[in-house]
C-alpha cells in the first residue's frame, strides 16, 4: 500500500488510532500511539520523534533523539486493542539524516538483502521458521538478594495427573515426550491454537499447519508460510504478538523461551531456506540429495560460521539447555537428507524444483528474528563466494553415534559465553556490504555480557542449594 491507500485503508475499517510498532536489540516490539488525526502521508516521510536512550541496546542519553519512519506496505489493523487501531511497522532513522540506524535490526535485516542482490548471486532470498512454544496456565518467578525461584504449571501437565481438582481431574495428560501429536483430549490446546491461526490469517498470514509439540505441558506449534526475509521477519513479530494474546484472551500466558521446562523437549525455531534469482531456484540440482553445488556451498557457510550464528540465532543463556543430548535438538555441526538428527537437514520435498530447500536445525525462537534470518543469510553467502565445501554428509541417526564417532563431528557451543567468544572471533562475513556494523557487533556482545552473562553467573540457583548447601 502507498500511504495515500493506508489512510484511506485505515479510514474505511474506523479506525481511531495509529500504533506505531519497531523491534529493539533483544528483538522485542516496542510500540506507541497516536491518533489517526495526527497521521498524515507527510509522516511517513518526516516519521516522528522517540527517546532511543530507553531502548534496550541502543542511544545514550546525550544522544537519545531517534525518528522512526512507518512502512506502508505493512498496514494492519491490530486485533487485539480496544479501539479500532491501525498498526503500522517502523524502520528506525537518523533524524538529521535520515540514514538507517546501525542498530535498527529491521535495517539490518534490509541491508542483508540489499547486499546479496549485490553479489549477483541471487535476487531472493526464502525463510520458513517454524518457531514452537509453550502455553502455560500459571506462572511464577521471583529474584532477589536473598532468593530465587520460578514455578511453572499446566492443566495438561503430567505432574498433574495426581493433582486434586476438585473431582475434575480427568486424567489425559501427555507423558514427557509424548506431546507429539495425540487427539483430544489429550491435545487440550487445539481450540486455542486454532483460534491463534484465524487470527494470523486475519492479518494476512498464511497459515499451513497446527498441532501439539512433543514437550507435556502445552508445547505446540503452527507453521506459517514462507516469505521473503524482511516480510517473513515481520510476520514472526506478528506471530509472537498474536500467540502470546490469544493465549492471554483465555487466560494463559505463552513463552518462547527455549527451556522452560527440565527434563522434556525445548522449543526450537527450525528454519527453512532458499535462494531464488529471476524467479528461478538456485538451490536444486544434480548433487546430493539434489541439491545444486549453490546449495553445498551455502551449507558448508552456514555449518561453518554455526560456532559464531549460535551467539544471534541462540542468544540466550537459556538457549544451551535446549542444545543437550538427548531432547531432540541437533548438537551436532553436519548435513543429511531427510534427517532431524543433523543440524542441517535436506527436506524430501518431492521432485520439484521450486520445493527443494534446506532447513537448519538449531536456532529457536529467542532469536531476534531480523539479526537471525540476516546473519544466516550472510553465512551462507560467505559459503558461495568461497566455494565452502560442507565436508560429506552423515547419514545415519547423530543421536545414537558412538561417544569415540561423535568426538569427530563439530558440536555448536555449549554456552552463550562459549558463543560470544567465537562471535567475536569469526564476524568478518557479517561486516560484508556494512550490513551489520562493527558497533553493533561490539553492542550486541556488550549488552549480552553486561545484562545477561555476567548477571546470571553471579546469583545462586536453587540448584545449586540442592547440590551444595550441607557442603
Given at each position: 500500500m502507498t500511504p495515500t491507500e493506508v489512510i484511506k485503508f485505515a479510514k474505511e475499517r474506523g479506525a481511531k488510532m495509529v500504533d506505531l510498532k519497531f523491534v529493539d536489540l533483544p528483538g522485542m516490539w516496542q510500540h506507541f500511539t497516536i491518533p489517526m488525526s495526527e497521521l498524515s502521508e507527510g509522516t511517513f516521510e518526516e516519521g516522528l520523534s522517540i527517546d532511543g536512550s530507553s531502548i534496550r541496546g541502543w542511544r545514550s542519553i546525550h544522544e537519545s533523539d531517534m525518528t522512526v519512519l512507518p512502512d506502508p506496505?505493512?498496514?494492519?489493523?491490530?486485533?487485539?486493542?480496544?479501539?479500532?487501531?491501525?498498526?503500522?511497522?517502523?524502520?528506525?532513522?537518523?533524524?538529521?539524516?535520515?540514514?538507517?540506524?546501525?542498530?535498527?535490526?529491521?535495517?539490518?535485516?534490509?541491508?542483508?538483502?540489499?547486499?546479496?542482490?549485490?553479489?549477483?548471486?541471487?535476487?531472493?532470498?526464502?525463510?520458513?521458521?517454524?518457531?514452537?512454544?509453550?502455553?502455560?496456565?500459571?506462572?511464577?518467578?521471583?529474584?532477589?538478594?536473598?532468593?530465587?525461584?520460578?514455578?511453572?504449571?499446566?492443566?495438561?501437565?503430567?505432574?498433574n495427573t495426581g493433582r486434586d481438582e476438585g473431582g475434575r481431574n480427568l486424567g489425559y495428560k501427555p507423558r514427557h515426550k509424548e506431546g507429539y501429536f495425540p487427539a483430544l483430549p489429550i491435545d487440550s490446546l487445539h481450540d486455542l491454537r486454532t483460534e491463534i491461526c484465524l487470527e494470523l490469517e486475519k492479518c494476512g498470514i498464511n497459515v499451513e499447519r497446527q498441532h501439539h509439540e512433543v514437550a507435556t505441558a502445552g508445547q505446540g506449534e503452527i507453521n506459517i508460510r514462507f516469505d521473503t526475509l524482511v516480510e517473513v521477519a515481520d510476520k514472526m513479530m506478528w506471530f509472537k504478538y498474536i500467540v502470546k494474546n490469544v493465549a492471554r484472551r483465555h487466560g494463559k500466558t505463552a513463552t518462547f523461551m527455549p527451556k522452560p521446562i527440565f527434563g522434556d523437549n525445548g522449543s526450537g525455531m527450525h528454519c527453512h531456506m532458499s535462494l531464488w534469482k529471476n524467479n528461478e531456484p538456485l538451490f536444486a540440482g544434480d548433487k546430493y540429495a539434489g541439491l545444486s553445488q549453490n546449495a553445498l556451498h551455502y551449507i558448508g557457510g552456514v555449518l561453518k560460521h554455526a560456532p559464531a550464528l549460535c551467539a544471534i540465532t541462540n542468544p540466550t543463556t537459556n538457549s544451551y539447555k535446549r542444545l543437550v543430548p538427548g531432547f531432540e535438538a541437533p548438537v551436532k555441526l553436519a548435513y543429511s537428507y531427510r534427517n532431524r538428527s543433523a543440524a542441517m537437514r535436506i527436506p524430501n520435498t518431492g521432485p520439484s524444483p521450486k520445493a527443494k530447500r534446506i532447513e537448519f536445525r538449531t536456532p529457536d525462537p529467542?532469536?531476534?528474528?531480523?539479526?537471525?534470518?540476516?546473519?544466516?543469510?550472510?553465512?551462507?553467502?560467505?559459503?558461495?563466494?568461497?566455494?565452502?565445501?560442507?565436508?560429506?554428509?552423515?547419514?545415519?541417526?547423530?543421536y545414537g553415534l558412538a561417544p569415540e564417532e561423535a568426538q569427530k563431528v563439530p558440536s555448536v557451543p555449549a554456552t552463550l559465553d562459549e558463543a560470544l567468544a567465537n562471535l567475536k572471533n569469526d564476524s568478518s562475513f557479517l561486516l560484508k556490504g556494512d550490513v551489520f556494523s562493527q558497533d553493533f557487533l561490539n553492542t550486541w556482545v556488550a549488552y549480552k555480557y553486561d545484562r545477561e552473562l555476567i548477571p546470571m553467573q553471579q546469583r545462586p540457583s536453587p540448584y545449586e542449594f540442592y547440590l551444595y548447601f550441607d557442603m
Open positions: 506496505k505493512s498496514a494492519k489493523i491490530d486485533p487485539f486493542m480496544e479501539a479500532p487501531t491501525l498498526s503500522l511497522i517502523c524502520d528506525v532513522v537518523t533524524p538529521d539524516t535520515h540514514e538507517p540506524y546501525d542498530r535498527d535490526p529491521r535495517q539490518i535485516a534490509k541491508k542483508a538483502v540489499a547486499f546479496l542482490k549485490s553479489t549477483g548471486i541471487a535476487d531472493t532470498a526464502f525463510f520458513g521458521p517454524e518457531a514452537e512454544f509453550f502455553i502455560f496456565d500459571d506462572v511464577r518467578y521471583e529474584q532477589t538478594a536473598y532468593g530465587g525461584f520460578y514455578h511453572v504449571d499446566s492443566d495438561e501437565a503430567t505432574w529467542s532469536a531476534n528474528v531480523y539479526l537471525a534470518f540476516a546473519a544466516m543469510l550472510m553465512a551462507g553467502i560467505d559459503g558461495i563466494v568461497n566455494k565452502i565445501n560442507p565436508g560429506d554428509p552423515l547419514d545415519k541417526d547423530i
